[in-house]
């Protein structure tokens, strides 16, 4: 199969030659034909599978041969992105394959001045790709009317839910025409995403590219048990030892990015840190410097998870374990992307075997370890496998005493649950789903 077989135009089959793409993607393959024939689309994707094109191409295609030309403060088409970086990107692909068509393009979120963006927005854009927080102020600014868009496009819309911003959607549906094109792209698909769909799909057409909620299998993963407090001497340890030229780092606290990057900074390591209390433009400069290899080890919180793409990454290191297990499948999708091989490794200590547990469960596969000698942790990781269950095997049984015959018996100690340390959040926090007007809508 080629673009052209999809049906698509000129323009945009001279813009994916320049690019390099010469096959469409599984997901390309599906989605295009359907964006094409006005279809909304529930989309499950693996990360780096292409799913940006599946998108966008069709979508740009629809706003060159259809619909007016745009008013002023309007836009056509509104792909709602999680975060800054990945509306960033998601622009940046979007521009390039629009660079033969007669469409503007602009990308708006938060963190920055917001005077230029309602400036930019005067004479109306074709597509615009947002964040929610930043849309829904311009919108409350009277500087976007939302009344001639065509087509909303939610990409990563799980992240969305996972970022708290239900809200934001309810309210952002609200102020959308009732007759539209909606696509929603999502990496994993949880029951919240699945009601959601329900309320703002209107008879979508399914794609599933890959089995639900499989990780990349381009991705050579495992797992190094260790003890907590010797995780960042075990990371160095690890990385002289593979030579590990450019590695994406996950902490879960945005002190723990900090703590890391100073100590590596401290021996010299040519590393930086991403996360939310950073301001926009010294993020982007960090993932621009780690992108172009000016930076060496590049270290974020779950905000950088989804959706950068970074040409062959080769590495990607869970220096903490995600407390949302399918935050894994998005961390370690960063690497092996575009059919490139990869590997991931994880630091994982004892507090943390039930997200490791619900990843396997997830991942539906159970995570080869390997201990690191020097490093084999005092505080056992039990046993785990894809069943989700943490396997309660004993330490060795102590002699039974021989007075008091009536006694306890040692059963010995292992970490379950209840072991875990009490500030650990639960493995999945509870998210708060949007009511949405589930009102009739008018077919297209
Ligand atoms: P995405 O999943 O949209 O983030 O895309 C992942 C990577 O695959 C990006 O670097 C794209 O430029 C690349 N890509 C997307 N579609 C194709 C294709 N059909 N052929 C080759 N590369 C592609």
Redesign the pocket.
Known sequence: MT?ATLGLIEPLLRA?ET???????P??AQAIPAVLAGRDLMAA??????????FAVPLLQLLTIEGPKVAANSARALILCPTRELAE??HA?VAEYAQHLPLTTYAVYGGVSINPQMMKLRKGVDILVATPGRLIDLFRQNALKLNQLQTLVLDEADRMLDLGFSEELANIYRMLPKKRQTLLFSATFSDDIRLLAGQMLNDPLSIEVSPRNVAANTVKQWVVPVDKKRKPELFVHLMRKGRWKQVLVFAKTRNGVDALVDKLQGLGVNADGIHGDKPQATRQRALDRFKSSDVQILVATDVAAR?L?I?DLPLVVNFDLPIVAEDYIHRIGRTG???NTGEAISLVCADEVNMLSAIEMLTRQTLTRKTEPEFEPEHRVPETDASGQVVKKPKKPKKPKASGGGGKRNLGKWVDSGDVAPSEPSIKPVRKVPVFNTGPRKKK
């Open positions: 673009f994916l690019l390099g793409y010469q096959t469409p993607t997901v390309q994707a693996q990360t780096g599978t292409g799913k940006t094109a599946g990107q998601v692909s959706g793409d040409e992307r575009a059919g």
